[in-house]
């Protein structure tokens, strides 16, 4: 049997909750994506929180909560404690999503589900690949190669690949095979034939989507036409995905046709985001990355949107048309909230919806019931603690402070016995008599026991001074010492100071300061290094690569930092509101998704050997089912909550080992980067009853000569044109010269198009016929 392979959803099947997926590699716990909604219901975690601690490592996806959105919770509440794997700018942008979020939810309630420190522990377990790097994972998940590649949804979205014995396991939900100004399409369609594919049925139904020139335009019409009425704009985003495509949109729009009315991105982390997004542009489209190597000009130089972090920032910009982008999308809770509440009455106004609502939010409602309407909202805010309220609340921190206090000197001065004992009884080279081990009031008893021992002994005694040469030496210098080493011993005072006694006991040290011998290792070649003393870490560089006046602690606005700092007692106080809905409400698609149409074509170019679909309506997922199982392959799953499924591939993969005599034989030949052999061999099994390949008792057959490599047309086109040949298309082929005809077909007896692909070349046996053979065979790499 092949690599065992179990998929158990944890939320997001038969509908559009969050994504959540146990993906079981042979005994290997994946959870991949982490996902909440904006409501942050807790029963949609249940699920999870009974495989938390089974969990080996997490793949994020995309940096919105319906991928990550539970990470802090489940991390601080749940038991997990897998690694995290993730994309730099999933990593980034969903560290300022969660913050964003945060921020929202403490400014209307006592949010406590988790803080900004669960935020931060949680993110700093990520290790971060950038698109095409094999991650090799070690211990139990040994011979499993985990790499992220583009899924064309998000900045820094990702599809995983997840690799054992040459089976593939593709995790491919929410992407985007349409090129747009922010990214380039998605790759999926490079994969053929993988053994498991996971992929979402959210788009299913939907067709014929746009040309994205027209669904552009229609979106800058529709916001011209507000402007021009004098009407406000309000456009729900979310904190760092598709916002940056809308974002871009208008910024470049309005420097080609140079408009003046003012564009807001209003967030708890706005600048923190776009001074980020700065950083990633090989994370972007071809066109961007093209654009800063010829003009050096960053596409997020922004020069008509303005960085918003606080709503009264927005309330002393002067009356007249704009445009804000607002978090959140749902509307359930920050600015665009707010917003919508104090434009929704005026008629001229716009709300502009880019995405589907999640399910049974404001937005969701409104989007299925458009107006005039009216709708119960609930506004909350906090505000400061005054008169009464003030003192007692004061009156109880001080209480608290008091327990506090008095708890941390009981266990102070408990850590100070307890420390001071073991100091003597471990015979502390400072202290001459380690049979001490009383610090208490008893130490004047031994005073006085010691004194009268010195007086039976000396009853005439009366203190002499000193020889000359000798200050401090003498009886009487002897009591002084004693003195101060008992009063010393009582207060805990002077265990670091050599005290001399009268008469140096079997037990005493000779006088010395302390000295702590190194514990170093050496080697051959000196002291052992460890380079962790060196290294430094990410958090610092994360604070000094950001402007320290545009970033709080290299991650948040200074507005933001400030609200967190803000130790202010505050309460929040909530009221009922109905809102008249008299503004225009419009929906356009910019998810950034693939259309139902799409997904069939690509699902069928792939042609996993089994499929199985997730987080979609019952509807979508019932329908993209039954399509695959006619025209994609003959395995289909569409499992439930917690119901777990065994995919396992039904082909047979089996190591061998190569043995010495057979590759002794063999002669690689260099392929560009690689070296290539024919190998002929038969089967056998070594001592250890290992498979082996072993060479041939019989002479070796002769093989036909193998072209290895790919071309592209246009390619192939360009270097003929340099070679002098007159070469154009026309039909869908690459005619060359006045006769020949280069096609490229693929092999129509494989299903799903397959990755063998035939090379025709036509045209009459003729000088230029061969010499464009040649050209051809150039190309390739012969075997």
């Not at 006694?501 to 000196?526: I, K, N």
Request: glycine residues 6%; proline residues 5%; negative net charge.
């Amino acid at each position: 049997m092949g690599t065992s392979v179990q998929v158990k959803p944890l939320c997001g099947v038969y509908n559009e909750n969050p994504l959540s997926y146990l993906v079981s590699i042979d005994g290997f716990n994946f959870l991949i994506d982490c996902g909440w909604n904006d409501h942050f219901d807790t029963s949609l975690l249940e699920p999870l929180s009974r495989v938390a601690s089974t969990v080996d490592a997490v793949l994020l996806s995309h940096p919105d909560t319906l991928h990550l959105g539970a990470l802090p919770y489940a991390m601080k509440q749940l038991g997990l404690s897998a690694p995290i794997f993730a994309t730099e700018p999933v990593y980034r942008l969903g560290l300022l999503t969660m913050y964003d979020h945060y921020l929202s939810r403490k400014q209307v309630s006592e949010f406590d589900l988790f803080t900004l420190d669960d935020i931060d522990s949680a993110f700093q377990n990520i290790t971060r690949l950038t698109y095409s790097q094999n991650y090799y994972m070690s211990g139990k998940g040994e011979g499993i190669v985990i790499a992220p590649h583009s899924a064309g949804h998000m900045l820094g979205g990702t599809i995983w690949k997840v690799t054992k014995d040459g089976e593939d396991v593709i995790y491919a939900v929410d992407f985007n095979h349409r090129k747009e100004r922010l990214l380039n399409g998605t790759v999926l369609e490079s994969f053929v034939r993988p053994a498991v594919l996971i992929t979402d049925a959210y788009n299913a139904l939907l067709s014929n989507q746009p040309p994205r020139r027209q669904r552009d335009q229609e979106f800058l019409d529709a916001i011209l036409r507000t402007l021009r009425a004098d009407g406000n704009i309000l456009v729900p985003v979310d904190t760092a995905g598709r916002v940056l495509e809308l974002i871009l949109l208008l910024e470049q729009y309005w420097e080609q046709n140079h408009l003046t009315y003012p564009i807001f991105f209003l967030t708890y982390v706005s600048s923190s985001t776009i001074d980020y997004v700065k950083s990633f542009l090989e994370w972007m489209s071809d066109s961007i990355a093209k654009s800063f190597e010829h003009t050096r000009d960053n596409a997020f130089l922004l020069k008509h949107v303005t960085l918003l972090i606080s709503k009264s920032e927005l309330e002393k910009v002067s009356d007249g048309p704009k445009i804000v982008l607002s978090s959140m999308g749902s509307l359930e809770a920050g600015f665009s909230h707010d917003i919508f509440v104090e434009w929704a009455a005026d008629v001229r106004n716009l709300v502009l919806f880019t995405e589907r609502g999640q399910f049974a939010t404001l937005a969701r409602m409104l989007q299925s019931d458009p107006p005039p309407k009216a709708v119960k909202v609930t506004l909350s805010k906090r505000i400061p603690l005054v008169g009464e309220e003030l003192a007692a609340y004061e009156e109880e921190q001080n209480r608290k402070r008091k327990d506090e206090a008095l708890k941390a000197t009981l266990v102070k001065e408990e850590e100070s016995k307890t420390l001071l004992v073991a100091e003597v009884t471990t015979c502390d080279p400072m202290i001459i008599d380690a049979k001490i081990t009383q610090t208490s009031s008893n130490g004047i008893l031994q005073l006085s026991s010691y004194l009268l021992t010195l007086h039976s002994i000396l009853p005439s005694f009366t203190p002499f001074p000193p020889p000359r040469n000798c200050k401090n030496c003498g009886i009487a210098g002897h009591l002084r010492k004693s003195l101060v080493l008992t009063a010393g011993l009582q207060h805990g005072a002077f265990r670091d100071v050599f005290i001399d006694g009268f008469v140096p006991t079997p037990s005493s040290a000779s006088p010395m300061f302390p000295f702590y011998e190194s514990s170093a290792e050496w080697d051959d070649f000196g002291e052992v290094i460890n380079p962790d003393d060196y290294t430094i870490k990410d958090e610092d560089m994360d604070q000094s690569s950001i402007p320290a006046d545009g970033d709080f602690n290299g991650k948040l606005d200074e507005g933001s930092a400030n609200l967190i700092l803000d130790t202010t007692p505050s309460k929040v106080v909530s009221s009922e509101q109905t809102v008249y809905v008299k503004c225009s409400l419009v929906y356009m698609d910019f998810e950034g998704r693939s259309d139902g149409g799409s997904v069939k074509k690509i699902l069928a170019h792939v042609s996993p050997l089994k499929l199985v679909l997730v987080h979609g309506s019952a509807e979508a997922t019932e329908h993209l089912k039954q399509h695959c199982l006619k025209n994609v392959c003959p395995y289909v799953y569409a499992p439930q909550i917690e119901e777990s499924i065994d995919v396992t591939s039904d082909l047979c993969a089996y190591k061998v080992q190569l043995s010495e005599k057979l590759m002794s034989n063999v002669l690689f030949k260099k392929l560009g980067d690689y070296e290539i052999a024919w190998v002929d061999a038969e089967v056998g099994k070594t001592e250890s009853d290992t498979l082996s390949l072993l060479p041939l008792s019989s002479p070796s057959p002769s093989h036909k000569t193998v072209l290895v490599g790919d071309i592209k047309m246009a390619d192939f086109k360009q270097f003929l044109a340099s070679k002098g040949i007159q070469v154009e298309f026309a039909g869908g082929a690459l005619r060359c010269g006045e006769y020949v005809t280069l096609r490229k077909v693929g092999d129509s007896n494989q299903k799903g198009g397959g990755n063998v692909q035939h090379i025709i070349l036509e045209g009459p046996l003729s000088e230029e016929y061969y010499k464009i053979r040649e050209h051809l065979y150039s190309q390739f790499y012969s075997l």
